[in-house]
């Protein structure tokens, strides 16, 4: 998967595909809400497994019945690269599943 930095285009153009996603400074950010602790403590386990699984990992934040995540790409100096676009659109698809919105 490549590491090159996207552009600041690139970057607003694939921010469209994902609504609930934005940009913070150099990283994507994105807070789902769910029913209940218990909920959003299962979707953080299920985050790790696909962030093992793509090898890219975000910060994740725990709240009561959210869960925030900030994620860049480390290897290519904490630019924001295709695979923090792949990890969110993985999150994206798994999120109806756990009932987060
Ligand atoms: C050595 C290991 O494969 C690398 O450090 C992986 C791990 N997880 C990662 N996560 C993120 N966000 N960026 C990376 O560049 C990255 N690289």
Do not use: C
Request: charged letters at 25%.
């Amino acid at each position: 998967m490549p590491t090159e930095p996207l552009s600041q285009k690139e970057i607003e153009d694939r921010l469209r595909e994902l609504p609930g996603w934005s940009q913070e400074g150099d990283r994507i950010a994105r807070t789902y809400r769910l029913g209940t602790h218990f909920a959003a403590t299962a979707m953080v386990v299920h985050i790790a497994q696909i962030q093992e699984e793509l090898n890219h990992h975000s910060d994740l934040t725990l709240g009561y019945n959210t869960v925030g995540l900030t994620v860049n790409t480390h290897d290519a100096g904490g630019a924001i690269t295709e695979r923090d676009f792949d990890l969110a659109a993985r999150v994206e698809k798994i999120a109806p599943s756990h009932g987060a919105n």
